[in-house]
């Protein structure tokens, strides 16, 4: 019996010292607007069937969701976009969280996709090589997708124009989908007047 209550008190002492967090993923949709159309710079993910979605995943310990954000897009962008101007771009907003994700929105300058895919991966990080092939989305041809609720079985076809050649897949994925029209619905997709 003694040693039970031994085992349990350095159970305890143990369970004191380390905290088990969840991670607090989130990520960013970049964006430009011309001509009276706003483009979404999406990006296809590598050796996956998942399709195309704007960028994000999980945090590092001791991240603010804006910071997972202004990391994740720094990487999955494979460093075109700075981190430092990520982060100050949506340093004052209120992300649109959808479940336990955080997404930010910033407006970029245009650059060709073909520049932010040609962007060198550094060899010491795999991170910089999650997405394969990018392309700028008009969001009246996402903007159909959205208006019914999102089933994740099924595949959201991206109109052929706007899929480089090359491209494995040619859909949205549907999980990143559901959160644009969350976005819709809740009126927070910042080039859409409320």
């Given at each position: 019996?003694?040693?039970?209550?031994?085992?349990w008190a350095l159970c305890m002492i143990l369970?004191?010292?380390?905290?088990?967090?969840?991670?607090?993923p989130a990520g960013m949709v970049l964006y430009f607007e011309s001509g009276g159309e706003v483009y979404l710079l999406l990006a296809e993910h590598a050796d996956s069937q998942r399709g195309w979605a704007a960028f994000g995943g999980g945090d590092r310990e001791g991240e603010t969701m804006a910071q997972t954000a202004a990391h994740k897009t720094f990487e999955e962008?494979?460093?075109?976009?700075?981190?430092?101007?990520?982060?100050?771009?949506?340093k004052e907003q209120e992300?649109?969280?959808?479940?336990?994700?955080?997404?930010?929105?910033?407006?970029?300058?245009?650059?060709?996709?073909?520049?932010v895919m040609n962007n060198p991966i550094p060899k010491e990080d795999d991170a910089f090589g999650e997405r394969s092939t990018f392309a700028w989305i008009p969001y009246s041809s996402i903007?159909?997708?959205?208006?019914?609720?999102?089933e994740h079985e099924k595949k959201y076809l991206i109109a052929p124009a706007?899929?480089?050649?090359?491209?494995?897949?040619?859909?949205l994925w549907p999980v990143w989908l559901a959160n644009m029209r969350k976005g819709a619905i809740e009126g927070s997709l910042p080039w859409i007047d409320n």
């Amino acid at each position: 019996m003694k040693l039970l209550r031994i085992f349990w008190a350095l159970c305890m002492i143990l369970l004191s010292h380390y905290t088990i967090r969840a991670e607090t993923p989130a990520g960013m949709v970049l964006y430009f607007e011309s001509g009276g159309e706003v483009y979404l710079l999406l990006a296809e993910h590598a050796d996956s069937q998942r399709g195309w979605a704007a960028f994000g995943g999980g945090d590092r310990e001791g991240e603010t969701m804006a910071q997972t954000a202004a990391h994740k897009t720094f990487e999955e962008t494979r460093s075109y976009f700075s981190r430092t101007d990520l982060e100050a771009k949506i340093k004052e907003q209120e992300p649109l969280i959808d479940g336990s994700y955080a997404t930010y929105f910033a407006e970029v300058d245009f650059v060709p996709a073909q520049r932010v895919m040609n962007n060198p991966i550094p060899k010491e990080d795999d991170a910089f090589g999650e997405r394969s092939t990018f392309a700028w989305i008009p969001y009246s041809s996402i903007e159909p997708h959205i208006k019914n609720d999102i089933e994740h079985e099924k595949k959201y076809l991206i109109a052929p124009a706007f899929v480089p050649k090359g491209s494995v897949t040619n859909w949205l994925w549907p999980v990143w989908l559901a959160n644009m029209r969350k976005g819709a619905i809740e009126g927070s997709l910042p080039w859409i007047d409320n």
